[in-house]
């Protein structure tokens, strides 16, 4: 088995061996939401990938420094440094709260998604307003090494400088120089401010609209929105670290201006591989919270208007494991469509999954302790799933190897295959690989018997098998029955077989 991770790099725009900075870490950046409402299935979906490659690096050994921002000041409207109004700002002038209620109230929210999607926690969260001194010395920084320039009491990158002095503006994005001078150029009010159209702003002098401003060496103002994950992620991860995730929409201005503003500030490209996440689509585009201009509405769904099933969208509700097996079933990089057959299609397969993860629990490791029959296969499709895993997280196919793998399982649970048929090594690795996978590297919860709880659930379950199976054999049938019964009244049925006795749920 080949244990080389390869990761598709978006700067270089090929697959590439893994190779950390420094041996047995990774230094992990993903852009965190901007948090002025409530993160919608499309944002859901980039943590999640995120959060397979998270666990995915971790379950390889690595120890991962994980850090994930919350964008609390500086993302303008339309993405754009005209004088547009600062997203949270606008929120907490709309609804006459204090900006920072606005971002407790979203970021607690985000934090219950992404909770109930059992997407892990980051190591460190920062937010950019807890930042500013960090982000104020980039800029000092930049201005020193001559990237930048200062107009009104607002700072600006010097794009033409950085192109002429590395030449690698717009390289991650694949647009030529001349076509972002062109594209901003008619999105630019502040034109006059700048000396070239591709130029950014760094900092932003604040005019009495902006509720959240600090001092600086230029002006009472705030920092642009691209500087605070420049200067975040050198602060916790050093001016060069493996690897930066976000969504494909990222790339630019975002992304590419990241690259520059650290290239101006320490003189280096700061990441080693760029990860970028494909699109959620909705109706066919893209999910995003932003109205259309004609209907006023926005081609989004919340997650929990998926979870409750109050939406005009769906049939019924879907849950949060059927939403994280939904997302498993496609590449990260590959645009993927909510539609309520596909939901449909990714509800029965997470449940064929993990009663499939139950079923292998109760079968017994044959008395032949000998290679059997069936060991290569199994062993072969287990190499195979993690195979998929290190050629860049490929989850869709690592998935339909455990479903190969579902189909000898439930072959045996069935009796269609006989037990001997896989020695009683093969079976404990195919246990404990099926354990890994299912919970620590895709990250699903057992739903149907409480979440978390649900290998508790389990023990508690094989435990009360036993005492039946023990008093069956004193042929105390009483409390064998009683057992049946009380189950019975739970909605838990038994079923006896050759291989012994199982549990399902549902009358
Ligand atoms: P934002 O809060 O707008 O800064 O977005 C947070 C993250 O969600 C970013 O990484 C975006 O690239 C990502 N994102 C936004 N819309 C979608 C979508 N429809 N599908 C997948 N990711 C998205
Ligand atoms: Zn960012």
Redesign the pocket.
């Known amino acids: 088995m080949n244990n080389e991770l390869y990761i598709y790099n978006s700067f270089t725009r090929e697959r590439e061996k893994f190779e950390p900075l420094h041996e047995g870490h990774v230094g992990l950046y993903v852009?965190?939401?901007?948090v002025y409402s409530d993160?919608?299935l499309?944002?859901c979906?980039?943590?999640v990938s995120f959060d397979i490659v998270y666990r995915y690096l971790t379950y390889l050994g690595y120890k991962v420094r994980y850090v994930r921002n919350i964008?609390d000041v500086g993302?303008l409207e339309g993405d754009i440094d005209s004088d547009a109004e600062d997203k949270i700002s606008k929120k907490a002038r709309l609804e006459q709260l204090e900006p920072m209620e606005i971002v407790h109230k979203y970021t607690l929210g985000f934090r219950d998604i992404m909770h109930l999607l059992n997407a892990l926690p980051p190591n460190i969260e920062p937010t950019a307003t807890g930042h500013i001194i960090e982000q104020i010395e980039m800029v000092s920084k930049i201005l020193e090494n001559g990237f930048g320039y200062i107009k009104n009491g607002s700072v600006y990158f010097d794009t033409p400088k950085f192109v002429k002095e590395y030449g690698v503006y717009g390289k991650l994005s694949g647009k030529q120089i001349e076509e972002l001078f062109t594209e901003t150029r008619e999105a630019l009010k502040k034109q006059d401010e700048k000396n070239h159209p591709s130029d950014f702003a760094i900092w932003i002098k604040a005019d009495e609209r902006h509720l959240m401003r600090w001092p600086s060496p230029w002006s009472v103002g705030f920092p642009g929105w691209h500087l605070e994950c420049s200067a975040m992620s050198t602060k916790y991860l050093g001016a060069q670290f493996d690897i930066h995730g976000?969504?494909?929409?990222?790339q630019f201005p975002h992304h590419e201006n990241e690259i520059a503003q650290n290239y101006g500030a320490c003189g280096s490209m700061p990441v080693r591989y760029w990860m970028h996440?494909?699109?959620?689509?909705l109706n066919g585009r893209?999910?995003?919270?932003t109205p259309d201009p004609i209907t006023g509405k926005s081609n989004s769904i919340l997650p929990l208007e998926l979870f409750t099933g109050q939406n005009e969208i769906f049939s019924k509700a879907y849950s949060p494991m059927t939403m994280r097996f939904f997302m498993l079933q496609c590449h990260y990089r590959s645009t993927l469509d909510l539609t309520d057959a596909a939901l449909l299609a990714a509800e029965k397969g997470y449940r064929r999954l993990m009663d499939a993860y139950k079923a292998l629990q109760q079968l017994q490791a044959p008395a032949n302790a000998e290679a059997a029959q069936l060991d290569q296969e199994i062993n072969g499709l287990i190499d195979q799933a993690f195979e998929d895993m290190n050629d860049d997280f490929n989850t869709p196919k690592a998935l339909s190897r455990l479903f190969e793998l579902v189909a000898t399982i439930n072959g045996i649970k069935d009796g269609h295959l006989p037990a001997d048929r896989v020695s009683a090594a093969t079976l404990q690795r195919l246990k404990e690989v099926f354990q890994h996978f299912i919970f620590d590297i895709f990250g699903l919860l057992d739903e149907h018997d409480g979440g978390q709880d649900g290998q508790t659930v389990d023990g508690l379950m094989q435990l009360i098998i036993n005492i039946r199976k023990e008093a069956r054999e004193r042929k105390d049938w009483g409390t064998s029955d009683q057992i049946r019964d009380a189950l019975k009244d739970l909605q838990i049925q038994l079923k006896d077989s050759k291989e012994g006795t199982s549990w399902v749920k549902g009358s």
């Open positions: 852009c965190g939401p901007t993160v919608h499309g944002n979906r980039t943590f964008t993302h976000g969504g494909m929409d990222l996440g494909n699109m959620l689509l893209k999910m995003s919270k």
